[in-house]
């Protein structure tokens, strides 16, 4: 054995019921694969799991981290003195249905996607466009995900959720969560961190269908395949086909999904950048958005290579780790995208997975 070189072996047992490991690389937990080792991961399948879990950390006052399945987070080296509580409750139920709206609730450790097909197989729109997004559904409302023209905010009813805070469960509606791009009472300002997500219900159109025209790439799609069946399981099915085309799948590929936020601008800021020749999106919001891939292709990054890391030649957005070891690696070639694309554009671009620390 190597000089210096320390062995750390996984231990499992269980409390009364949850389930404890110690001493768990976070990079096997993790799409991007990166990260040392935390301290306690917890599985949790139900509410008296969960609250065991809560009061294993909080009598020997460690610190918590919410993890799903490991998509759009990042670990560090320095791994996590804390307990990772893994979300694993499973369930999905229709609760209410009229000839107009449905009601359906998902438990938080249901794989997102699934969910999705789960709603689109049975003619219920919303989500449809938010097919083949890694992660689970209590993760969805902490980004408060979107895409081809679709985003969480507009279908969540409410969530349940555990406060750690306050010690019990509450409801908190979707105008108590603050969402706005990437961005919610769960993932930003004081509350970051406090509540863990049990269940999310979603209010959804019962046999709605959207309209076309879609987002670009997806109208793109539909065209060239001479598609013009636009129920909710109809463009599930092309939603996926168009992010298998362009996006890594991280089972096969580390990743983390998309790396950087779209840059949103004020509309004289919009103005200038329209002069300059750039491709700015007007929401149907009325906001203004110059997507960070296109300005990281547009810098001339695109399939480049750095630090062990490949920006995509199929999606600039996207950061694949070939064989990058460390979270410094990840920093470094973050940090070179960041100020290329800020000395060509003068926009400073935003990651967007997290990062595992303690709040």
Not at 167 to 193: C, H, L, P, Q
Not at 301 to 315: C, E, Q
Request: negative net charge.
């Amino acid at each position: 054995m190597a000089q210096g070189l320390v062995l750390l072996t996984v231990k499992i047992w269980y409390n009364k019921w949850v389930k404890m490991r110690e001493n768990v690389l976070i990079s096997k937990l993790t799409t991007m694969r990166l990260g040392g080792r935390a301290r306690y991961v917890a599985e949790v399948t139900n509410l008296p799991e969960l609250k065991e879990a809560y009061d294993f950390l909080r009598e020997r006052k460690l610190p918590v981290f919410v993890l799903g399945d490991g998509a759009n987070t990042i670990g560090r080296d320095e791994g996590f003195g804390g307990v990772l509580i893994l979300n694993r409750m499973r369930g999905i139920e229709v609760v209410e249905e009229t000839s107009d709206d449905v009601f359906v609730r998902a438990m938080g450790g249901e794989n997102w996607d699934e969910f999705v097909e789960f709603c689109s197989e049975r003619g219920y729109s919303g989500i449809e466009c938010l097919a083949a997004i890694p992660g689970t559904v209590g993760a969805a409302p902490v980004q408060n995900i979107g895409a081809y023209g679709q985003e969480i905010a507009q279908t969540i009813d409410h969530v349940e959720a555990y406060d750690s805070r306050e010690d019990e469960m509450v409801v908190i509606g979707r105008d108590e969560m603050k969402m706005s791009y990437r961005s919610t009472i769960f993932n930003t300002g004081a509350d970051a961190g406090r509540y863990f997500i049990t269940a999310v219900t979603f209010r959804l159109e019962n046999d709605g269908w959207m309209e076309p025209p879609f987002y670009a790439s997806l109208q793109k799609y539909l065209d060239e395949n001479g598609i013009s069946d636009y129920s909710p399981s109809s463009l599930a099915r092309a939603v996926r086909a168009v992010r298998a085309a362009k996006l890594p799948d991280p089972k096969v590929e580390a990743s983390a999904g998309s790396f950087f936020k779209n840059v949103y601008l004020s509309d004289d800021e919009a103005e200038l950048a329209r002069e300059r020749g750039l491709k700015v999106y007007d929401k149907p919001d009325g906001r203004h958005m110059i997507n960070a891939g296109y300005l990281i292709e547009q810098a001339g990054l695109k399939g480049a290579r750095l630090h062990g890391f490949y920006v995509s030649d199929k999606a600039a957005l996207i950061l694949i780790n070939e064989n990058a070891k460390s979270y410094a690696d990840l920093a470094a070639a973050r940090e070179e995208i960041v100020e290329t694309v800020f000395d060509k554009f003068g926009f400073r671009l935003e990651q967007e997975p997290v990062e595992i620390v303690a709040k």
